[in-house]
């Protein structure tokens, strides 16, 4: 005699993430990601010599504010202006080990 067993609920497994939206995943991630692109922005503002530098401003101004309507935790707007501001820093280190690498040797 075999058993049917279609009467028989089963518990629904849970998701790795459950309860977690995906907006919520991953905020290290975004952080980073948002900071490195304003960073990026930011240094690209302070190394042009033209006009076309207030449109990386623009830029930088619009991914902090496309980063802050989307987060409102304070840590995480901290978080974000921190690692904008540790980005621009690493990005102006390693322009000027470039620069300092590309220039003509001086004669003693």
Known sequence: ATRCSANRTVPPR???FAG???DSSLPAAKVVVFGLLGGG???LFSIMQDL???V???GALYVG???FTRNDSR???IGFVAAAVGFYFLFICFYAVFL???EPAQPA
């Open 65 to 67: 504010y496309q980063f």
């Open 52 to 54: 076309s530098k207030y």
């Open 20 to 22: 977690r939206s995906a």
């Open 14 to 16: 849970s998701a790795p």
């Open 56 to 58: 990386f401003s623009l």
């Open 41 to 43: 922005l930011i240094f």
């Open 100 to 102: 300092f690498m590309n």
């Open 75 to 77: 840590a995480m707007r």
